[in-house]
């Protein structure tokens, strides 16, 4: 039976999710390649590097898209693998902790979030995202039927995961990688409230959470801006706040990012002759290939990479929605949630709205973690789609 459906599972893909990851793929990887040659050749390095690069990780994610498609999903349930899983990214994890402690000088940008192996490196942060999806679906849907009951009558129940969740969060915020900390604590929250969560407890964590962060940006917005702040995550938050006042100390990455939108305007200056790649926007093939994309193709071209996203976005929120399982309603929100709130960090940091959080533009930025966990993501969303629309069609035959 099974062999059957998977001989047939290709009549059941959602199209709706794989051409926007096609489309996405292609014009990050163009980007990539645009946004880095100058650097490279400048540098003396191949003018391809980074684009090869990307092109390899694309090759392999449509691997795992296409593996995680096909594969059965209770594999995923297995408890030996989430077990193994967790012990792996917690040692990567502890792993980096004591290496920012140890060897300082293994920092990137201020954070000890990579671990190089061979001419590639890892984020172990970006699959501890895959993980909690992973863990906290598998979780919540066996105890379905106890949430079921009154919330504080079996607020016990989420002890286990919210611990599991928390000890990685803290680890990941460590590093210290809050972008990340901050995808996965949205992720946790937007899971457990899609188990069916009173909607007014899910409304007061919320509110809770966003008043800490709007006073810890008041009292921020408050500090002497003087020359002897040292520590760089402070510097790019306090960027945020004045970033041409801090121009010369975390600002110009912002800076920069204003004047490559306002060198595009609508229509770009044409593909390859973006004027800020050259040296004055920092690592432009990463964090901010978004504000390259508006000042070479515009912002209309930047609008239609960010409406691809927004229908891959609304399409696996709707599947988990109108799922019929809560281990597919949850995986779908998880992964949404990944892919949501990498867009709105990337886009709101380029803007100026949010604090740089050091997040990449799903699929369009250059990064082998992060584009071999979303496509490992996006593959089990498809699996569950084809899954849903079998199923909708026994009912109707």
Same mark, same amino acid.
């Given at each position: 039976?099974w062999?059957?459906?998977?001989? *047939?599972?290709?009549?059941?893909?959602?199209?709706?999710?794989?051409m926007?990851?096609?489309?996405?793929?292609?014009?990050?990887a163009?980007?990539?390649?645009s946004a880095s *040659?100058?650097?490279m050749?400048?540098?003396?390095?191949?003018?391809?590097?980074?684009f090869?690069?990307q092109?390899?990780?694309?090759?392999?994610?449509?691997?795992?898209l296409l593996f995680?498609?096909?594969l059965?999903l209770?594999?995923?349930?297995?408890?030996?693998?989430?077990?193994?899983?967790?012990?792996?990214?917690?040692?990567?994890?502890?792993?980096l902790?004591?290496l920012? %402690?140890?060897?300082? +000088?293994a920092?990137?940008?201020g954070?000890?979030?990579w671990i190089p192996i061979g001419?590639f490196?890892i984020?172990?942060? !970006?699959f501890a995202?895959?993980?909690?999806?992973?863990?906290?679906a598998?979780?919540l849907s066996r105890?379905?039927?106890?949430?079921? !009951?009154?919330?504080?009558d079996?607020?016990?129940?989420f002890?286990q995961?919210v611990?599991?969740?928390?000890?990685i969060?803290?680890?990941?915020?460590?590093?210290?990688?809050?972008?990340?900390?901050?995808?996965?604590?949205?992720?946790?929250?937007?899971?457990?409230f899609?188990?069916?969560?009173?909607?007014k407890?899910?409304a007061?964590?919320i +509110?809770?959470?966003?008043?800490v962060?709007?006073s810890?940006?008041?009292i921020?917005?408050?500090?002497?801006? +003087?020359?002897n702040?040292s520590?760089?995550?402070l510097?790019r938050?306090?960027?945020?706040l004045h970033p041409?006042?801090?121009e010369?100390?975390?600002?110009?990455?912002l800076?920069?990012?204003?004047?490559?939108i306002?060198?595009?305007g609508w229509f770009?200056?044409g593909l390859?002759?973006?004027i800020?790649k050259?040296?004055?926007?920092? !690592?432009?093939y990463t964090?901010?290939?978004?504000?390259?994309i508006t000042e070479?193709?515009?912002?209309?071209?930047?609008l239609?990479?960010l409406g691809?996203?927004?229908?891959?976005?609304?399409?696996?929120?709707?599947?988990?929605? %109108?799922?019929?399982?809560?281990?597919?309603t949850l995986?779908?929100?998880?992964v949404g949630?990944?892919?949501?709130?990498?867009?709105f960090?990337?886009?709101g940091?380029?803007?100026g709205?949010?604090?740089i959080?050091?997040?990449?533009l799903?699929f369009?930025s250059?990064g082998?973690?992060?584009?071999?966990?979303?496509?490992t993501?996006l593959?089990?969303?498809?699996n569950i789609?084809a899954q849903?629309?079998r199923?909708?069609?026994?009912?109707?035959?």
């Amino acid at each position: 039976m099974w062999r059957k459906f998977q001989k *047939s599972k290709i009549q059941y893909l959602d199209y709706w999710l794989l051409m926007p990851y096609i489309i996405l793929c292609a014009i990050g990887a163009l980007m990539v390649y645009s946004a880095s *040659s100058d650097l490279m050749s400048i540098n003396g390095l191949k003018p391809d590097a980074y684009f090869t690069k990307q092109l390899i990780y694309i090759a392999i994610g449509f691997i795992l898209l296409l593996f995680t498609f096909f594969l059965r999903l209770s594999v995923l349930r297995s408890s030996k693998l989430l077990m193994w899983s967790t012990i792996v990214v917690f040692l990567a994890l502890l792993y980096l902790f004591g290496l920012s %402690h140890f060897r300082p +000088s293994a920092a990137v940008n201020g954070a000890t979030a990579w671990i190089p192996i061979g001419p590639f490196t890892i984020q172990p942060s !970006e699959f501890a995202k895959l993980l909690i999806v992973l863990y906290l679906a598998s979780m919540l849907s066996r105890k379905e039927k106890d949430l079921e !009951e009154k919330f504080w009558d079996n607020v016990k129940l989420f002890l286990q995961p919210v611990g599991l969740v928390a000890a990685i969060l803290v680890l990941v915020f460590l590093q210290p990688d809050l972008g990340g900390a901050s995808i996965l604590g949205m992720v946790t929250l937007v899971m457990f409230f899609g188990t069916g969560i009173p909607f007014k407890y899910g409304a007061i964590a919320i +509110s809770g959470i966003a008043a800490v962060v709007t006073s810890a940006l008041t009292i921020l917005g408050h500090f002497n801006l +003087s020359n002897n702040i040292s520590s760089y995550k402070l510097n790019r938050l306090l960027a945020f706040l004045h970033p041409f006042k801090l121009e010369n100390m975390g600002g110009s990455q912002l800076v920069n990012s204003y004047y490559a939108i306002n060198n595009g305007g609508w229509f770009g200056l044409g593909l390859g002759n973006s004027i800020q790649k050259r040296g004055y926007l920092p !690592e432009p093939y990463t964090d901010f290939i978004l504000s390259i994309i508006t000042e070479e193709i515009g912002v209309l071209g930047a609008l239609v990479i960010l409406g691809l996203l927004s229908v891959m976005i609304i399409r696996i929120f709707m599947l988990g929605i %109108h799922a019929t399982k809560m281990y597919h309603t949850l995986i779908c929100y998880g992964v949404g949630t990944i892919i949501f709130v990498q867009t709105f960090f990337n886009v709101g940091g380029l803007l100026g709205i949010l604090p740089i959080t050091g997040v990449t533009l799903p699929f369009i930025s250059y990064g082998g973690s992060s584009m071999l966990v979303l496509a490992t993501g996006l593959g089990m969303v498809l699996n569950i789609s084809a899954q849903e629309k079998r199923l909708a069609h026994q009912r109707l035959h």
